[in-house]
């Protein structure tokens, strides 16, 4: 008889409240990958974030781009917040950009020319999430060496 008793308790599978394992999801970290348009990186790039809080997420975008014979490298470091809503929430982000620009030499008697910069960015966004899907759209104020400008940009991302 014992030795009964001791095998269902043995087989039981013991399982969390379904409020804690709910909240052990929502919590758990995650990871977005990116595709952009004029965004933080310039005419497109390709971005990573990493969900720090609920609400805050640490990321970077990279681009290159070859634009009449002049290579571009550009990466932005930057914070993404959540402000207001869920699925569909505002956001803002701050961050830095730094740029390398080169201009390779069509002569052997030059060696070309390359020049480093850096700037910040402000932007003002809405996003759309899904399951695993991410859409997105900004307005940025971008400054650097050469004063302000507005910028929009879009973005569409998988998260996990």
Same mark, same amino acid.
């Given at each position: 008889?014992?030795?009964?008793? !001791? ?20 919590? $758990? ?35 290159? $781009? ?18 207001? %809503? ?57 400054? %650097? ?6 910028? !929009? ?8």
């Amino acid at each position: 008889m014992r030795l009964g008793i !001791l095998a269902v308790f043995a087989t039981t599978i013991a399982h969390a409240e379904p409020a804690v394992t709910k909240r052990a999801l929502v919590e $758990a970290p995650s990871n977005t990958v990116y595709v952009e348009l004029l965004g933080k990186a310039g005419p497109y790039g390709l971005g990573y974030e990493r969900r720090i809080t609920e609400r805050l997420w640490l990321g970077v975008a990279a681009s290159y $781009a070859n634009v009449r014979g002049q290579q571009i490298a550009t990466a932005a470091p930057y914070v993404h917040v959540r402000l207001l %809503g869920d699925r569909n929430s505002l956001f803002t982000e701050l961050g830095a950009g730094f740029v390398q620009t080169r201009i390779p030499s069509p002569v052997p008697e030059w060696d070309g020319m390359s020049d480093s910069g850096g700037g910040g960015f402000a932007s003002l966004g809405w996003q759309r999430s899904w399951t695993h899907l991410i859409v997105r759209a900004h307005g940025s104020v971008m400054v %650097g060496e050469g004063g302000a400008t507005p910028w !929009l940009g879009a973005a569409i991302g998988y998260t996990r």
